[in-house]
Structures are given as C-alpha cells and as structure tokens.
T-cell receptor
Framework: QKEVEQNSGPLSVPEGAIASLNCTYS??????FFWYRQYSGKSPELIMF????GDKEDGRFTAQLNKASQYVSLLIRDSQPSDSATYLC???????????FGAGTILRVKS | SQTIHQWPATLVQPVGSPLSLECTVE??????LYWYRQAAGRGLQLLFY??????ISSEVPQNLSASRPQDRQFILSSKKLLLSDSGFYLC????????????FGPGTRLTVL
C-alpha cells in the first residue's frame, strides 16, 4: 500500500516570502506526482504535476522532485494571502488509475 | 472544454434517511469516475471508482453504494444514513492528457443529524 506523508502544519509565512511544502512517498517506483490546492470549503484544484527528476516551474509555483530521496516539494514564490489554503500531494497507485492523497499541509500567508 | 457538475451543493438529512448524490461530466467520453469523502479537517478517502458503465469498484465497505447508469453519470447512494456519513463528498474524473490526472467537481456538503 502506497503512503504519502505531509506535515499537517499550519505553515505560516509572511507575504512576499517563499513557502516550501514537502511530501514524501513510500513507493520507490512512483513515476508521477500531483499537487492540489484546496481552499476552505471548496474542492481541490490541480496546481501542478511532475514526472521527471528536477524542477518544474509554472508562474510562481515550482515543483521539485527527488526520486532517490523519495520526496517532492512545492515552492511558492512571492507568497500572497490568497495562497492561504491546504495543499495536497498525490501519487498514483500502481493499478486502477487511482491516486493516493496525503492529508495535506495548511499554508497561511500573513500580510 | 470539460466540466463536472455535482448536486446538490448542500444537504441536511436525518439519520436513517436515504441518500442520492449525482455527478455528471460534460465534454468527454468514457471517463474514469471517482467518489471521495472528506470528513471535517481530514484527508480525502476514496469510496468508489468506475472505469465504465455498470463497472463499480468499492474501496471501503460501508453503507454507501455507487452506480454508473450512463457513461458520464455517477451516483452515490445510501439506504439509511449514519451520523458518520457526514462530510464533503467529491466526485472526480480523469483528464484526457494523462489518465492519472484527476479533476474534482464542486462537491456536496452532507450533514446528517
């Protein structure tokens, strides 16, 4: 059974700072990784996915994957109060097109 | 473009009453469909998923059931609700770019009293 671990937080950062969210996974064979953002009372929305080792950048968001160490990170540059949300990491299961979700990290950006 | 709908948005039901939540997807065909539940302050729990009409896989044995009567319609049901069934119910589907990428509907918030 795959496991995905995230620090529940809350992670508090000042406005304009870099927020760093981390996720570790148990299955060394995992090939793809997803980051979702969930505002309070709303459904999760996909932010980024990453398949290859290294960094993937999309606007203020950067996903970093290190397969050897089995962790994936999400960096948010120039954090804004509107980034305050719960961030979920997800990894596909080996069969059945299913995702295993971490419990999520609460991010609070203070103005 | 693809759109996913869920209704109702909110629901308050007494213990022991039946339940029917509906999810429909537009703009795609033969999607994989998923039902999740999120209890207050908790993570996502996969309840059911379906790869085609009439094909349902159950992840957690409980008093809920799911059906897929049409290609883009997914229904979550219960004959008798329990207090523990309260939560945020999310439907999701896989996108066309990569079959693992799931997109979520707006959700149904269920309160069982």
């Amino acid at each position: 059974q795959k496991e995905v671990e995230q620090n529940s937080g809350p992670l508090s950062v000042p406005e304009g700072a870099i927020a760093s969210l981390n996720c570790t996974y148990s299955d060394r064979g995992s090939q793809s990784f997803f980051w979702y953002r969930q505002y309070s009372g709303k459904s999760p929305e996909l932010i980024m996915f990453i398949y290859s080792n290294g960094d993937k950048e999309d606007g203020r968001f950067t996903a970093q994957l290190n397969k050897a160490s089995q962790y994936v990170s999400l960096l948010i540059r120039d954090s804004q109060p509107s980034d305050s949300a719960t961030y979920l990491c997800a990894v596909p299961m080996e069969y059945g097109n299913k995702l295993v979700f971490g419990a999520g990290t609460i991010l609070r950006v203070k103005s | 473009s693809q759109t996913i709908h869920q209704w109702p948005a909110t629901l308050v039901q007494p213990v022991g009453s039946p339940l029917s939540l509906e999810c429909t997807v537009e703009g795609t065909s033969n999607p994989n469909l998923y039902w999740y539940r999120q209890a207050a302050g908790r993570g996502l729990q996969l309840l059911f998923y379906s790869v085609g009409i009439g094909q349902i896989s159950s992840e957690v044995p409980q008093n809920l059931s799911a059906s897929r009567p049409q290609d883009r319609q997914f229904i979550l049901s219960s004959k008798k609700l329990l207090l523990s069934d309260s939560g945020f119910y999310l439907c999701a589907w896989t996108g066309t770019g990569h079959t693992d990428t799931q997109y979520f509907g707006p959700g149904t918030r269920l309160t069982v009293l």
